[in-house]
């Protein structure tokens, strides 16, 4: 069966859910445009999550993908969150913040009984997963109305565990891809590969469609994935310049700049290891701090940095994310991208 068969698409193009920079708007072209849009939930309480669902199913008919963590919510630990805001203290007096008025929370939060609740009115044909899968019972719900289940590996071990475990296709995440790594069995970065390594190996190992993604940013990037096995692929980055995406003017502006050229994987701004384009912040703590809060509580201290910082136009304090391969983006609608990528599913023939 192929990619296309199993998710009901035209195309094999999914568009990477992207928290932050987008809503049901570009999900809605790049599903038009006959790929699979995306819709991240992490970030969404139940009621804006069925503001965007209706908006998306008011405004297309075709498959779409929701997308959710599947991580554990750590113990806040008080020491290490005092820490972290020592660590942070000189930039809270250079921008005049009052460090004690800082509220603590996580800004994302796992799959749960109530987001299977919200999904259960709108029924998705596709939900993904990063962080592994969510527990059996969630996951039994989540197919019981029919919906294709995806999850993203870092590793061979990891697709293999999906695969054991439900998963209708695996995402094989390069180490080239922006955003958050979906690593869950280890956190050893060093295991992981680039895309181009990656991808040949799990296709090797699974029996299920194998999705590449990580640094596949025009129809070459697509073609070569292809070529090695891919039944599809996954594209974030080279999205975030459409008109659809929300993304902020700061993190454009830093997209459109040579400092794009130069990424990093930084757990500064949430706890967990997540590819951005370097700045001030991480320059100045070195990227990866194993003092930080545990995913997701290192969020909550560097929320008002980043918003002061937004404010007088400087993204010295924000999460850029990107993937390394920064060329495919371009200030064009999300359907004409998609076509362009899916030319080069010919050249893969």
């Given at each position: 069966?192929?990619?296309?068969?199993l998710?009901?698409?035209?195309l094999?193009?999914?568009?990477?859910p992207?928290?932050?920079v987008?809503?049901?708007?570009?999900a809605?072209?790049v599903?038009?445009?006959g790929?699979l849009?995306?819709l991240?939930?992490?970030?969404?309480?139940?009621?804006?999550?069925r503001?965007e669902?209706?908006?998306?199913?008011?405004?297309?008919?075709?498959p779409?993908n929701?997308?959710?963590?599947?991580?554990?919510?750590?113990?806040?630990?008080a020491?290490?969150?005092?820490g972290?805001?020592?660590?942070?203290?000189?930039?809270?007096a250079?921008?005049?913040?009052?460090?004690?008025?800082?509220?603590?929370?996580?800004?994302?939060l796992?799959?749960?009984?109530?987001?299977?609740?919200?999904?259960?009115?709108?029924?998705?044909?596709?939900?993904?997963?990063?962080?592994?899968?969510p527990a059996s019972?969630?996951?039994?719900?989540?197919?019981?109305w029919?919906?294709?289940?995806?999850?993203?590996?870092?590793?061979v071990?990891?697709?293999?565990?999906?695969e054991?475990?439900?998963?209708?296709?695996?995402?094989?995440q390069?180490?080239?891809?922006g955003?958050?790594?979906g690593?869950?069995?280890?956190?050893?970065?060093a295991?992981?590969a680039?895309?181009?390594?990656l991808l040949?190996?799990?296709?090797?190992?699974v029996k299920?469609?194998?999705?590449?993604?990580?640094?596949?940013a025009?129809?070459r990037?697509?073609a070569?994935?292809?070529?090695?096995g891919?039944?599809?692929?996954?594209?974030?980055?080279?999205?975030l310049l459409?008109?659809?995406a929300t993304?902020?003017?700061?993190?454009?502006?830093?997209?459109?700049?040579?400092?794009?050229?130069?990424?990093?994987l930084?757990n500064?701004?949430?706890?967990?290891?997540?590819?951005g384009?370097?700045n001030r912040?991480m320059?100045?703590?070195?990227?990866?701090?194993?003092?930080?809060?545990?995913?997701p509580?290192?969020?909550?201290?560097v929320a008002?940095l980043?918003?002061?910082?937004?404010?007088?136009?400087?993204?010295d304090?924000?999460?850029?994310?990107?993937?390394?391969?920064?060329s495919?983006?371009?200030?064009?609608?999300?359907?004409?991208?998609t076509?362009?990528?899916?030319a080069?599913?010919?050249?893969?023939?």
């Open positions: 069966m192929t990619l296309q068969q998710l009901g698409i035209e094999p193009i999914i568009q990477a992207m928290a932050g987008q809503g049901s708007a570009l809605v072209a599903c038009e445009a790929g849009g995306s991240p939930c992490a970030m969404l309480d139940a009621d804006a999550m503001r669902l209706a908006a998306i199913r008011a405004q297309t008919s075709k779409f929701v997308n959710f963590f599947c991580h554990t919510p750590p113990e806040p630990d020491a290490r969150e005092a972290w805001r020592a660590a942070l203290a000189p930039y809270y250079e921008l005049q913040i009052d460090a004690g008025a800082i509220p603590p929370g996580p800004a994302r796992p799959f749960g009984a109530g987001a299977a609740e919200v999904l259960e009115a709108f029924r998705p044909d596709v939900v993904s997963f990063h962080f592994g899968l019972d969630l996951l039994a719900r989540v197919r019981g029919g919906a294709r289940i995806l999850s993203s590996a870092t590793t071990d990891e697709a293999c565990w999906l054991a475990h439900g998963a209708d296709a695996v995402i094989a390069g180490l080239e891809a955003g958050h790594r690593h869950f069995l280890s956190d050893d970065l295991a992981q680039g895309t181009f390594a040949p190996q799990i296709v090797r190992a299920i469609p194998v999705i590449a993604a990580g640094g596949i025009d129809a990037g697509v070569a994935a292809m070529a090695l891919a039944a599809g692929v996954q594209v974030g980055t080279a999205y459409c008109p659809e993304t902020g003017a700061v993190h454009r502006a830093a997209l459109k700049s040579g400092a794009a050229r130069v990424t990093a930084t500064l701004f949430t706890g967990r290891p997540a590819r384009i370097v912040i320059r100045e703590l070195g990227p990866l701090d194993a003092a930080v809060p545990a995913f509580l290192a969020a909550a201290a008002p980043r918003a002061r910082g937004e404010s007088l136009g400087s993204g304090f924000s999460p850029l994310w990107a993937g390394q391969n920064t495919g983006c371009r200030e064009v609608p999300a359907a004409v991208l076509r362009e990528l899916a080069g599913l010919a050249a893969a023939r």
